[in-house]
């Protein structure tokens, strides 16, 4: 929820399950979930990609102010299933990042 400042994660039904990030997020934008289950976040405000276990928990911030928020930014993020690969690109400033392997939460 962008406007909110944080992510719902919600069943198939549309149910409330529970909520991440609150007081953690500023303008989040997209959300992708790797192999292990976690949450990561294109936390565009905070300029970083936060990375969340599959319980909520604020593990690390990633590539922290590599992409620049300039207010109407679009930016995405995508695991890739097959390598566990994570894709993240920011449109207003035409960059694209590539992470791997993925981030254990062991």
Same mark, same amino acid.
């Given at each position: ?35 292990? /289950?976690? *949450?990561? %976040? ?6 970083? #990609? +936060?990375?969340?276990? @599959? ?28 390598? /566990?690969? *994570?894709? %993240? ?6 960059? #694209? +990042?590539?992470?791997? @392997? ?5």
């Amino acid at each position: 929820d962008r406007g909110a400042n944080e992510v719902r994660i919600m069943t198939l039904e549309g149910e409330d399950v529970h909520t991440i990030g609150q007081g953690q997020l500023k303008y989040p934008n997209d959300v992708a979930v790797d192999s292990c /289950g976690n *949450i990561l %976040v294109m936390d565009t405000g905070n300029e970083r #990609v +936060a990375v969340f276990s @599959p319980r909520g928990q604020l593990m690390a911030s990633v590539l922290q102010g590599t992409f620049k928020d300039r207010g109407n930014t679009h930016s995405y993020i995508s695991v890739n299933p097959l390598t /566990g690969a *994570i894709s %993240v690109s920011m449109d207003d400033i035409h960059k #694209v +990042a590539i992470l791997c @392997p993925p981030i254990s939460s062991g």
